[in-house]
């Protein structure tokens, strides 16, 4: 039997699509078991038909429904009722499906301050109306997929590694769960903690004149002054080769996979990281936004209220 797969795609950049054309040899082993029959970045199957005659959007069915990117509008919304409606089994793909992404940092921001930022506040801009016509309305923020429709199966990362898609949907097809370890990225990191303590915390590449080459890079990074995220954030990104993504290009994990488990609050727990190192979170310039820069929905980042 032929495992259908439908993918879409809502609020994102496109960069979980290059990551499912990037599985590599292990697809060779799946594409006999598998049929997509509905992936927008790759097929022409539009929503209301060829020559748009249909009322209604149109998804066909599928056992297994991928979709990445997080709902901005109510078209998002729809979308992904529809695919929960005609899949047997959703995966949510990428941070932006899971957890908002980088499209949720605009929850920091009310609607109206976002529509006057792009159309009339931007040098390069003529300033005008914002667009109305025949487009969808935006919602009043970004909502990760869970925040509308049940989810099955998470695949965090920014973009989540490749074989992250084909292990699980090779268990999928084999009917057996999926899930990914419950431990962080420091737990996986290769560098050499001395449990030292630092003065002063930044941001990577701040300020602009930094030179990465003065970093010892055996060393810890947040043991240098560089603010990591990795304490905080669940591993897999390595795939299996385990030294997460980041560092193993010399630079600090920024929190792409999210939580190390649902419910955790890695704002929180990061700032009681740092203090216990004797820092002070307040040092960590745009807080709120560094330190939950892909975890924007589920009402973590909000407008604040003097805004
Ligand atoms: S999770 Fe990252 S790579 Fe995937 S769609 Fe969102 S922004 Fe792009
Ligand atoms: S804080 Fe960052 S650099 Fe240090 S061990 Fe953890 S992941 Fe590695
Ligand atoms: S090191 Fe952190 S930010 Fe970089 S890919 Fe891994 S989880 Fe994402």
């Not at 925040?147 to 999928?172: F, M, N, Q, R, W």
């Not at 930094?210 to 603010?227: A, S, V």
């Not at 929190?255 to 929180?268: E, L, T, W």
Request: proline share 7%.
């Amino acid at each position: 039997m032929t495992i259908r797969i439908a993918e879409e795609w809502l609020a994102k950049c496109g960069g979980c699509e290059v990551t499912i054309l990037d599985v590599g040899e292990a697809i060779l082993d799946l594409l006999p078991k598998i049929e997509f029959v509905h992936m927008p970045v790759i097929m022409d199957h539009k929503y209301y038909g060829q020559t748009g005659e249909r009322a209604e959007i149109e998804i066909p069915e599928a056992d297994i429904g991928i979709i990445a990117g997080g709902i901005r509008n109510e078209e998002h919304r729809e979308v992904a009722k529809i695919m929960r409606e005609k899949c047997k089994i959703i995966i949510a793909l990428g941070s932006c499906a899971c957890f908002g992404g980088i499209p949720a940092l605009g929850n920091m921001f009310k609607l109206d301050e976002i529509y006057d930022k792009v159309y009339r506040g931007t040098k390069s801009t003529e300033p005008g109306d914002a667009p109305s016509v025949d487009l969808p309305h935006l919602t009043d923020r970004v909502y990760a997929i869970d925040e509308e429709i049940k989810v099955d199966v998470y695949l965090p990362g920014c973009p989540t590694h490749y074989s992250h898609i084909a292990e699980a949907l090779t268990a999928l097809i084999e009917g057996k769960p999926f899930k990914l370890a419950e431990r962080s990225v420091c737990d996986d990191c290769p560098l050499i903690r001395e449990k030292k303590a630092v003065a002063t915390i930044r941001r990577n590449l701040e300020p602009l004149d930094y030179d990465p080459t003065k970093l010892d890079k055996t060393r810890c990074l947040m043991e240098q002054g560089i603010l990591c995220l990795g304490p905080v954030t669940r591993a897999g990104c390595g795939g299996p080769d385990k030294t997460p993504r980041c560092i193993s290009v010399g630079i600090p994990c920024e929190g792409c996979f999210g939580p190390i488990r649902p419910g955790a609050n890695p704002m929180v727990e990061m700032m009681g990281a740092l203090s216990s190192i004797g820092l002070d979170p307040k040092q960590v310039l745009d807080r709120r936004a560094t330190l939950q820069r892909f975890i924007g929905a589920h009402n973590r980042l909000r407008p604040l209220p003097t805004r």
